[in-house]
C-alpha cells in the first residue's frame, strides 16, 4: 500500500477514480442474472446546455439511491443520455449564428440543421464529461440521444400508433404563437409575468345611428383591425335594443354586427366586448358558435399582415400606437385606463406571445389522462411530496388538447405527407429511418396518393415538440417498440426523480403515453401488455426542491444563472459539493446555494481522511511487531462482527457496533423515504463524533502492540471493520473519498471497487443497550470535566485532580475500570472515587442525578460569578420541574400520552429534582 499523503487533495483523487470507473464500465448493468433489477433514467439534459448545480443536485440524489441499490445487491441501471431540446437548442444556436449576423431563414432548412449538428459535435460531450467527472454512477454503454436513429424511429412508432388511435388530429386553433422563435408554443411554455399596462376603450359607431355609438375596452388595441363582431350579454338591459343591429369597424369600414353571448362579462368594461377571432382563444370559440370570419391581422413575425389595412407592415406595437393615435384624432378613444396585467411571455425568449389562430397538430388528452390519473389514484405510481399528488391529479383532470407541432427546423419532423393535388395527408408507410448525411430521418415515404392516385407528396414541414420524444424516454431508450431483454429487465424502470417544475411536461406525459404505448411492445407477433402495472413507466416519483440563487430564480444555463458546479468542485472537491447539497436536500424545500455549507462539507471530508490516515500511519508503526495487514484482514471482518476486547477495554468496541446498527437502519430508512438529508446528517454524526471523537480517541492506547498481542489484533481488527463500515455507508454521498480510503483497508485487497461491495446491512445482534448506556455516562462525565476546565480557562495540556462521586456502587465500578481513557480524555491527573457528599468549597461541582465531579479552583478564580451562574442554573431548573410537575397533573395528558412517554418525564422530573437540591446547597456555600 503506497503511502497515505499528509493533505486530503480531492482534485487528484477524484480525477483518477472518476476516469477508472468509465474506462472499466465499472457502472455496466446485466440485463440477466442475479439479483433484482433497479433502473432509473436520467432526465435528459439539453445537449447542447452544460451541468449547472441545479442539475447537479438531482444527480447527486439519483447516485446516492443507484449507488445504495448497487450496494444492496440489485442490478442498478442508471441509464444516461441527452435531449435535443427542439426550441432551447434552436434558440442557442440561432443566437450564436446572430454573432456572425446570419439569421437561419438566410441559410435554410439543410444548411442550419447542419450547423446545429455541427454545434452538437462540439458541445454535446460536454455534459457526458462534466457527468463523469462529478461521479454520476451512469451506464455509459447505454448512452442515448433523442434524435439517434433507435430514437427516431421509436418516435415515428409512437406517432402513426397514436395517429391510427384516432388521437392525433391537425386544425386551426387558437395557439400561443411566439412572433420571435416563429413557432408555436404549447400553455406550458408560456409564462405569465405582471406588467403594467394600458385600458383603451374605443367608440365604434352605429351603422344605423352614426352619431350613437358603442364603447369597447381592449388591452390590445391593434387587434380592432380584426375585429368581426362586439358582443353584449343576452340579459344586459343597457344594449339589448343594439342586438342584431352593426357597427362601422374605425379604421377598416367594416360592418360587423352585434351580437348575444352569454359568455360575456357584463362586469368588464363598458359591458361591450370586441371580438377578434383570430386573434383570442375566448372570441375564437364565440366566433365559432355565430360564424364568425377569422381575420388574421398578423404575420408569423409580428408584424401586421396585408389585412391590417394602413398598419400592413408596421411592426405590432407600433401599430398599436397608430391604432390609438388614428382612433383619437377620429374623436373615437373615449379614454384610457392604467391597468396592471398578467401577460404571457415566451419561457425561451421572453418575447410577449400572441395568441393566434394557426394550423397546428394536436394530441387528444383526456384519453390519455384518465388511465394515468387511475394508476395515481390506485396507488400503482406513488407520488412524494404528496402535495405534488394533488397538483398532479388536478392537472390530469383539467387536461386540454396538446399542441405536438412546432415550426422549428430542429427535431423530429412530423412523419405525415401532404398529396399536391388534393390535400389528402398519408402518414409514413411504417416507423422504419434512414440516414441522411449521417442523421436519422423516415424511411417509410408513401410512393403514392391513394386517394387521387397523385405522386406529388410533400413530407410536413412541422416538427415534434420535444418533449413528445422525451414523453417516451423511459421505453424508448431500453428499445421500444421492440421487445428486447433491456425492455423485460429495466421496465417499468423503478423510480423517476425529477424536479416539480417539469411535473406536467414531462412526468405526466411519460405515464400517459407508457401507458397507452409501452403494452404493445411486443409488436405485431405478442399478445400486447394490458395490466397497468406493467405499463407505468415507473413505481415511484421524487420530485425534489430546487437550487435557487441568492435572488430566488431557478437556475438554467441558457438563462444565464447557471452555476457552475466544477467551479465549487476545484475548490472544494466534488465530494463536498455532493455532501453539500444531500445535506441540505429536505424534500418540498428549495434550496439556497451557502459557501458556509460548503465549507463544512469540505471540514467533514477532511476530518474523514486525517483520522483514517491517523488509522494507517499507526499500523505502520505496530507492524515491526509482527501486527501485519494480511493478519487484520481476516475474512469474516467484512461480517463485521466486534472482536471480543477482554474486560472493561471491550466497552467503547461494544458500544461503536451497537451505534453503528442503529446508523445503518436510519440511512436504509432516510434513503427508502427520500430524506437524502437525514441520511447525509446522520452518517456525518456518526463519522466525526463517535467514531472519529470517541471511538479513535478512546481505544488509540490498545492499537499499540507493546502490551497484549492479541487484544491489539482484536481491537485493529474492530476498527478496521467499523471503519469499511462507516465508508460504505459513505460511500453513495461521497463516492470518491470512499473509494481512495478503502482500498487501503486490509480486507479490501484485490477488489474493484468499494461501489460494488454490499452495503452494511443492519445488525440487529450488535444492539447492545448496556454498551450504549454505560458509554453514555462515561461520556457525560468526561464532558463535564472538559466544561470545567473550559470555564477555569485552564492550560489545555495541564492535567488536574477531580473528585468523582456517585450513590451508585455499579457506576462508581464503571468509572473505575475506565480510569485510564476517563482521566486521558478529561485531562486529568487523578479522580479520586467515592460516595460520599463533595464539599464545593472552593471547587466547581458539576452534577447531573447520577454523578458529581468536582475540580478544585486554583488561583483567583471570580467566586461571585460562580454564583451568578449557579443562581441562573437554579433557575433554569425551577421552571423545567414547575412545567413538568404541571403536565404530569394534568390528567387529559396523562390519558393521551403514550405510556413510556409518561414514565419517561416522571424519571426527568427526579432527576431534575435532585440536580436543583445539589445546585441549592452549592449556591450557599458559594455565597
Ligand atoms: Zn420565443
Ligand atoms: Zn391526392
Not at 231 to 254: C, I, N, T, W
Not at 321 to 347: M, N, P, Q
Not at 584 to 612: C, H, Q
Not at 817 to 830: D, I, V
Request: negative net charge.
Amino acid at each position: 500500500m503506497p503511502e497515505i499523503p499528509k493533505a486530503y487533495e480531492p482534485q487528484e483523487i477524484e480525477e483518477r477514480w472518476a476516469k477508472a470507473w468509465f474506462e472499466e464500465r465499472l457502472f455496466r448493468a446485466e440485463n440477466s442474472g442475479n439479483g433484482p433489477a433497479f433502473s432509473i433514467a436520467l432526465p435528459p439534459p439539453n445537449v447542447t446546455g452544460s451541468i449547472h448545480i441545479g442539475h447537479m443536485l438531482e444527480h447527486t440524489q439519483i447516485d446516492m439511491l443507484v449507488r445504495w441499490h448497487r450496494m444492496q445487491g440489485h442490478r442498478a441501471l442508471w441509464l444516461p443520455g441527452m435531449d435535443h431540446a427542439g426550441i432551447g437548442t434552436q434558440f442557442v444556436v440561432e443566437r450564436e449564428l446572430a454573432k456572425e449576423g446570419i439569421r437561419r431563414q438566410d441559410i435554410g432548412r439543410e444548411e442550419f440543421e447542419r450547423r446545429v449538428w455541427q454545434w452538437k459535435e462540439q458541445s454535446g460531450g460536454a455534459i457526458k464529461q462534466q457527468m463523469i467527472r462529478l461521479g454520476a454512477s451512469c451506464d455509459w454503454t447505454r448512452e442515448k440521444f433523442t434524435l439517434e436513429p433507435a430514437l427516431y424511429r421509436a418516435v415515428i412508432e409512437a406517432f402513426l400508433r397514436l395517429y391510427r388511435d384516432g388521437l392525433i388530429y391537425r386544425g386551426r386553433y387558437m395557439v400561443n404563437w411566439c412572433p420571435r422563435c416563429q413557432t408555436a408554443l404549447s400553455d406550458l411554455e408560456v409564462v405569465h409575468v405582471e406588467r403594467p399596462g394600458k385600458l383603451w376603450y374605443l367608440r365604434y359607431p352605429l351603422v344605423d345611428a352614426p352619431n350613437e355609438s358603442l364603447v369597447v375596452a381592449t388591452t390590445r388595441p391593434e387587434t380592432m383591425l380584426g375585429d368581426t363582431a362586439v358582443a353584449v350579454h343576452p340579459d344586459d338591459e343597457r344594449y339589448q335594443k343594439f342586438v342584431g343591429r352593426s357597427v362601422l369597424l374605425p379604421l377598416m369600414d367594416r360592418t360587423i354586427p352585434v351580437i348575444a353571448d352569454s359568455y360575456v362579462d357584463r362586469e368588464f368594461g363598458t359591458g361591450v366586448v370586441k371580438i377578434t377571432p383570430a386573434h383570442d382563444p375566448n372570441d375564437f370559440e364565440m366566433g365559432k358558435r355565430h360564424k364568425l370570419p377569422e381575420i388574421d391581422v398578423m404575420t408569423d413575425d409580428g408584424h401586421m399582415s396585408a389585412e391590417a389595412g394602413k398598419c400592413a407592415g408596421l411592426d405590432r406595437f407600433e401599430a398599436r400606437a397608430r391604432v390609438v393615435e388614428d382612433l383619437k384624432a377620429l374623436g373615437l378613444l373615449e379614454r384610457i385606463e392604467d391597468i396592471t396585467h398578467s401577460v404571457g411571455v415566451c419561457d425561451r425568449c421572453k418575447s410577449e406571445v400572441e395568441p393566434r389562430i394557426s394550423t397546428q397538430w394536436f394530441c387528444k388528452m383526456k384519453p390519455l389522462a384518465e388511465p394515468a390519473k387511475k394508476a395515481v389514484v390506485d396507488g400503482l405510481i406513488e407520488v412524494v411530496p404528496e402535495n405534488q399528488r394533488t397538483i398532479l391529479l388536478n392537472w390530469l383532470d383539467n387536461i386540454r388538447d396538446w399542441c405536438i407541432s412546432r415550426q422549428l427546423w430542429w427535431g423530429h419532423r412530423i412523419p405525415v405527407w401532404h398529396c399536391a393535388d388534393c390535400k389528402e395527408m398519408l402518414p409514413a408507410t411504417d416507423s422504419s429511418v434512414e440516414l441522411f448525411e449521417g442523421h436519422a430521418r423516415a424511411a417509410g415515404v408513401p410512393k403514392k396518393c391513394p386517394k387521387c392516385g397523385g405522386t406529388k407528396l410533400k413530407q410536413e414541414t412541422d416538427v415534434l415538440d420535444t418533449w413528445f420524444s422525451s414523453g417516451l424516454w423511459p421505453f424508448s431508450t431500453l428499445g421500444w417498440p421492440d421487445d428486447t431483454p433491456d425492455l423485460r429487465t429495466f421496465y417499468p424502470t423503478s423510480l423517476l426523480i425529477s424536479g416539480y417544475d417539469i411535473l406536467f411536461f414531462w412526468d405526466a406525459r411519460m405515464i400517459m403515453m407508457g401507458m397507452h404505448l409501452s403494452g404493445a411492445r411486443f409488436g405485431a407477433s405478442g399478445a400486447p401488455k394490458t395490466d397497468p402495472a406493467e405499463t407505468i413507466p415507473f413505481h415511484r416519483l421524487y420530485l425534489h426542491s430546487l437550487v435557487r440563487t441568492a435572488e430566488g430564480a431557478k437556475m438554467s444555463k441558457t438563462k444565464g444563472t447557471g452555476v457552475d458546479p466544477l467551479q465549487f468542485t476545484q475548490q472544494y472537491g466534488t465530494d463536498a459539493l455532493r455532501y453539500m447539497l444531500a445535506s441540505m436536500a429536505a424534500p418540498g424545500t428549495d434550496i439556497v446555494l451557502s459557501e458556509d455549507r460548503i465549507l463544512g462539507a469540505r471540514a467533514f471530508a477532511n476530518k474523514i481522511w486525517n483520522a483514517a490516515r491517523f488509522l494507517f500511519v499507526n499500523l505502520e508503526k505496530v507492524e515491526p511487531q509482527g501486527l501485519t495487514l494480511e493478519m487484520l484482514a481476516a475474512p469474516d471482518v467484512r461480517a463485521g462482527a466486534p472482536y471480543t476486547v477482554p474486560g472493561s477495554a471491550g466497552l467503547a468496541h461494544r458500544w461503536i457496533f451497537s451505534r453503528l446498527a442503529s446508523v445503518i437502519a436510519q440511512v436504509n430508512e432516510a434513503l427508502e423515504n427520500f430524506r437524502f438529508h437525514e441520511a447525509a446528517q446522520t452518517i456525518y454524526q456518526f463519522f466525526w463524533g463517535d467514531f472519529c471523537d470517541w471511538y479513535i480517541e478512546w481505544v488509540k492506547p490498545q492499537l499499540s502492540a507493546i502490551g497484549d498481542r492479541d487484544a491489539a489484533t482484536a481491537a485493529w481488527r474492530n476498527i478496521f471493520a467499523a471503519l469499511d463500515a462507516a465508508l460504505r455507508l459513505l460511500h453513495p454521498v461521497m463516492p470518491f473519498l470512499t473509494e481512495e480510503l478503502w482500498h487501503r483497508l486490509p480486507q479490501a485487497s484485490g477488489a474493484r471497487s468499494i461501489a460494488l461491495e454490499q452495503f452494511p446491512a443492519s445488525g440487529a445482534q450488535w444492539s447492545d443497550a448496556a454498551a450504549e448506556q454505560n458509554m453514555a455516562l462515561l461520556q457525560e462525565i468526561i464532558v463535564a470535566a472538559r466544561n470545567i476546565r473550559a470555564e477555569m480557562k485552564l492550560d489545555p495540556k495541564k492535567r488536574v485532580a477531580a473528585d468523582f462521586s456517585s450513590g451508585d456502587a455499579a457506576i462508581r465500578t464503571m468509572v473505575e475500570q475506565n480510569l485510564e481513557p476517563m482521566l486521558r480524555l478529561g485531562t486529568l491527573s487523578e479522580l479520586r472515587i467515592s460516595a460520599g457528599h463533595l464539599d464545593s468549597t472552593g471547587a466547581a461541582v458539576r452534577s447531573t442525578a447520577h454523578f458529581d465531579l468536582r475540580i478544585a479552583y486554583g488561583e483567583g478564580v471570580d467566586k461571585a460569578a460562580e454564583a451568578a451562574k449557579a443562581a441562573k442554573e437554579i433557575d433554569r431548573l425551577a421552571k423545567d420541574i414547575v412545567s413538568k410537575r404541571a403536565r404530569l397533573a394534568d390528567d387529559t395528558f396523562r390519558s393521551k400520552a403514550p405510556e413510556t412517554i409518561v414514565r419517561q418525564m416522571e424519571t426527568t422530573l427526579r432527576e431534575r429534582e435532585i440536580e436543583l437540591r445539589k445546585l441549592e446547597e452549592r449556591l450557599k456555600q458559594l455565597v
